[in-house]
Every structure is written in C-alpha cells, then in structure tokens.
C-alpha cells in the first residue's frame, strides 16, 4: 500500500499565489460532488440543486451541526479548485474534501460578500454567513499543514478552505457551468 504524501507548509505556501489568481467576477464549476452517505462520494456530470434538499441525493440534512439540526445556511459547501490542486495534487482524491461544489472562483470576502449570488447554469446559490473550516478528515486526507495553512488567520481571512451556501433558485447544474456573481448592494 502506498503511503500518501501531504505538502508541507512551506510548499503551500508557495502555491498560494495560483489561488489568489482565481477569477473574480466569472467562475467555472469544476467538480459537483454528491455524499449520498458517510465517506461515499459521487462525481456528477449534470447535478439538480433544490430549496430544500440542496444537491439533490446528498447527505447534509442528515448531519448534525454543533446547533443540532442541519443548518439550512450550510446546505452547499463550495471550495476553490486551485486551493483543492494545491493541498491534493492527486485529482483522484479531490472529492474527498467533502464539498459538493468545487469552483474556479476567488471566495475572499472581499471578492465575494456574504449574501452575494452564484449563477451556476439554472441555478442561484447565495453565499450565507455561516463559516466553513477544515475538520479532522480534511487534516486526515491533505495534512496538518493543510488543515493549519486553510485555517490560519490569513487562510480564514481569505477563505481558503471555502465557504457555505445556500440554494435560493433550483435548476441543473453541470461540470464546466460559467458561474456569474451578483453581489449584494447593501
């Protein structure tokens, strides 16, 4: 079996310029990942957003948050894709950061408020203000310097291990979708 080797922080590092780059007002949807059960991950071509059920066939209305129920403001997790590349060169392994919706846009805040929209193909999903962090499997599967790189305070201040979501307009997504922000004007 062979042993998976993690970037270092100084490797990380190294490669936060790539992220930086990612685009700022159109974006591409690179990867739509479905968890329909515990560590199961689905690769989906074509996926349906939905009000209630977020990707439709995933688990997030099943998991707890640590206020009990699911959060109905953290039904989509999205992750930058060039932030994903750095941390898991091997592309076989991306899904297993456990967000549905990998994407080729900058999530800083400053490029993406909250409550900013996302038109993803015959979608809307609105970046809500409930904060995303690496958790135990992220450090497991890419690494403590992964998991201390993304939520270092630079790191949470740009939000490089990604952001929560929610679906405000149902409708087909698909790999390769441009995504078009609108950001709030309040």
Same mark, same amino acid.
């Given at each position: 079996?062979? &042993?998976? +080797?993690?970037? &270092?922080?100084? @490797?990380?590092?190294?490669?936060?310029?790539? !992220?930086? =780059?990612?685009?700022?007002?159109?974006? &591409?949807?690179?990867?739509?990942?479905?968890?329909?059960? $515990?560590?199961?991950?689905?690769? #989906? !071509?074509?996926?349906?957003?939905?009000? &209630?059920?977020?990707? $439709?066939?995933?688990?997030?209305?099943? @998991?707890? /948050?640590?206020?009990?129920?699911?959060? *109905?403001?953290?039904? #989509?997790?999205?992750?930058?894709?060039?932030?994903?590349?750095?941390?898991?060169?091997?592309?076989?392994?991306?899904?297993?950061?456990?967000?549905?919706? !990998?994407?080729?846009?900058?999530?800083? *805040?400053?490029?993406?408020?909250?409550?900013?929209? #996302?038109?993803?193909?015959? =979608?809307?999903? +609105?970046?809500?203000? %409930?904060?995303?962090?690496?958790?135990? @499997?992220?450090? %497991?599967?890419?690494?403590?310097?992964?998991?201390?790189?993304?939520?270092?305070?630079?790191?949470? =201040?740009?939000?490089?291990?990604?952001?929560?979501?929610?679906?405000?307009?149902?409708?087909?997504?698909? /790999?390769?979708?441009?995504?078009? $922000?609108?950001?709030?004007?309040?």
């Amino acid at each position: 079996m062979s &042993t998976i +080797e993690h970037l &270092t922080a100084d @490797k990380l590092n190294a490669g936060l310029a790539d !992220v930086l =780059a990612a685009p700022v007002d159109d974006g &591409t949807l690179e990867l739509i990942v479905r968890r329909p059960g $515990v560590d199961v991950r689905e690769v #989906l !071509v074509e996926g349906e957003l939905d009000i &209630t059920d977020g990707l $439709v066939g995933d688990n997030w209305n099943q @998991k707890p /948050t640590s206020m009990g129920a699911p959060h *109905p403001d953290m039904q #989509l997790t999205l992750i930058n894709s060039r932030l994903l590349a750095l941390v898991c060169p091997d592309p076989t392994r991306r899904p297993l950061a456990g967000d549905q919706l !990998v994407v080729d846009l900058s999530l800083a *805040p400053d490029d993406l408020p909250v409550w900013s929209r #996302l038109r993803i193909g015959e =979608a809307v999903v +609105e970046v809500t203000d %409930q904060p995303h962090t690496g958790c135990a @499997k992220f450090t %497991q599967r890419f690494g403590l310097d992964a998991h201390r790189f993304v939520n270092s305070e630079s790191g949470r =201040a740009m939000n490089l291990r990604g952001i929560n979501t929610r679906v405000v307009v149902p409708g087909t997504i698909r /790999t390769g979708d441009r995504i078009t $922000v609108e950001r709030p004007t309040s």
